[in-house]
């Protein structure tokens, strides 16, 4: 079966500006969770949407948004764009139905780069 | 709060072992994992453990737990140059979110 697709790959936008990314998971997943991946923080946690509620939510300032559809696909937003935003955005799916353990499996990412 | 850290950097001869170290802070019973990330890649789950668990093997990896010490290892045996990568180390609790909060990641190099 298809994995986790996040598209776009890479991105490059400049301050100030606004982005969308984008992520389809695993057929039959309802969970989907974002993550900032750089090099100073490590892996951040954004949040998680689940059956198009958010769920859960990380320590993230609120230029950060997002949303998932009836579908299960999932976006997220990055409004008034920082230098600092310039990070590898993970997505990860999991069919957690209810809080408990199961394996998420992680897109390939999408590059943000600001200018 | 949760709490994960680990090293930055493994060098390592191909052949040898290498055994990845972390560090977590929680108390509370957790899953443990460690995940993989190649280059241009996301990241894939190798495995877990439960901290009720003190060893978990699967062919050439073995994880170790010391749950007084807050201490998880990662052993991959016969390390190859496949094995190159960056290597997290992540712990969740039972009961809350369950979303595993993440080191910053070892880079395992692996040379000739």
């Known amino acids: 079966k298809a994995g986790v697709t996040q598209t776009p790959r890479y991105l490059i936008k400049t301050r100030g500006q606004q982005v969308t990314l984008s992520c389809s998971p695993i057929?039959?997943?309802?969970?989907v969770s974002w993550y900032q991946q750089t090099p100073g923080q490590g892996l951040q946690f954004l949040f998680e949407y689940f059956s198009e509620t958010q769920r859960n939510k990380g320590n993230f300032p609120g230029r950060f948004s997002g949303r998932q559809f009836s579908n299960s696909r999932s976006e997220m937003n990055v409004s008034t764009l920082e230098l600092g935003d310039s990070a590898l955005y993970l997505c990860?799916?999991?069919?957690?139905?209810?809080?408990?353990?199961?394996?998420?499996?992680f897109g390939q990412g999408t590059r943000l780069t600001v200018v | 709060g949760e709490d994960v850290e680990q090293s930055l950097f493994l060098s390592v001869r191909e052949g040898d072992s290498s055994v990845i170290n972390c560090t977590y802070t929680?108390?509370?019973?957790?899953?443990l994992y460690w995940y993989k990330q190649e280059p241009g890649a996301g990241l894939q789950l190798l495995t877990y453990?439960?901290?009720?668990?003190d060893m978990k093997q699967d062919q050439r990896l073995t994880v170790l737990l010391n749950k007084k010490d807050k201490h998880l290892s990662l052993r991959i045996a016969d390390t190859q140059t496949g094995d190159s990568a960056i290597y997290f180390c992540a712990e969740s609790i039972p009961g809350g979110s369950y979303i595993p909060t993440f080191g910053r990641g070892t880079s395992l190099i692996v040379h000739p």
């Open positions: 929680d108390s509370s019973s957790t899953y």
């Open positions: 057929s039959g997943h309802r969970s």
């Open positions: 990860a799916s999991s069919k957690r139905d209810r809080s408990e353990n199961t394996e998420a499996f």
């Open positions: 453990i439960f901290s009720n668990m």
